[in-house]
């Protein structure tokens, strides 16, 4: 937000022009493109082309992305109810919550509402299991429609979205680490039904403030592995190029609040180191 108006010497055309600037610039790197989705239908899809993470052909956000493959309907299987094992830290059974948010419990789920939500532990390397579900009435499209996301420590999001029939740029549907790598399949379920992601998150290494090991993660999505050993480049980042920043050992896990009455329940944590 430009705070051009606190300051009482500046004059109106100064402030006309810094808004010209503002408005100018956050149209710069808009970019679209007609795709087909893995429906097969031609879409237009908005992104961006304002810079690359290094070592990728394509922008962040960017929208003439291939879209991932729609997996094997017999494949997607979702992983509900998942018991945890015996050294997990359970973040919520369904009544409990063991975290800071102030999300609506009702029925065995939590509804996003007010924030989001932080762990009241902190984790390195883990499995998170997470199921989650949608909003049945589809409101809004892209990066409108069914919105959260799984910030792991903090800092390394693996992307919820309702992407059923829903094109967006493919680094930032469902089941991609938001900014990097798409999915390498859509394992998608109709909105309102639950999704599962079990993730194995290998966390990042630094040493003397240089980073000595990359993190790295698998997702498994509805029962399809559609993340498998990627390693990151950085942190999230929106629109632009991501890298590394020297970070704690261990982190709480967040999930974002970004706007949409998301579901989750059965959340639960493995350390793995």
């Known amino acids: 937000m430009l705070h051009l108006l606190r300051s009482p010497r500046l004059t109106l055309p100064i402030v006309a022009i810094g808004l010209f600037a503002f408005a100018s610039f956050a149209v710069a790197g808009d ?12 879409v237009e ?22 879209q991932p493959p729609l997996a094997d309907k017999k494949d997607i299987k979702p992983n509900l109810n998942a018991k945890p094992p015996a050294n997990a830290i359970i973040i919520f059974d369904g009544k409990t919550m063991n975290a800071k948010c102030n999300w609506k419990i009702e029925n065995g789920y939590a509804e996003i509402a007010k924030g989001g939500l932080t762990t009241n532990e902190s984790f390195a390397s883990a499995h998170y299991h997470i199921e989650w579900a949608a909003p049945k009435e589809v409101k809004g499209d892209g990066q409108g429609r069914g919105n959260s996301g799984i910030i792991i420590m903090g800092k390394y999001e693996i ?22 790598n798409p999915p390498k399949f859509n394992a998608s379920v109709p909105p309102g039904e639950w999704n599962s992601y079990d993730i194995t998150w290998l966390s990042p290494k630094f040493k003397d403030g240089e980073l000595i ?17 990627y390693e990151l480049v950085g942190v999230v980042s929106h629109r632009k190029p991501t890298k590394y920043s020297p970070h704690e050992d261990k982190l709480p896990l967040n999930i974002q609040d970004h706007g949409n009455p998301i579901r989750f329940r059965n959340i639960w944590i493995t350390p793995l180191e």
């Open 159 to 180: 992307q919820v979205l309702d992407s059923w029939k829903n094109a967006t740029y493919p680094d930032g549907m469902a089941g991609s680490v938001y900014g990097q």
């Open 213 to 229: 090991r990359p993190a790295s993660v698998t997702v498994i999505w509805n029962g399809v592995k559609v993340q498998e050993n």
């Open 31 to 42: 970019k679209t493109a007609k795709v087909k989705d893995a429906w097969g239908q031609e």
């Open 45 to 66: 899809v908005k992104g961006y082309d304002d810079g690359k993470n290094p070592g990728s052909e394509w922008f962040v956000h960017d929208p003439s992305r291939p």
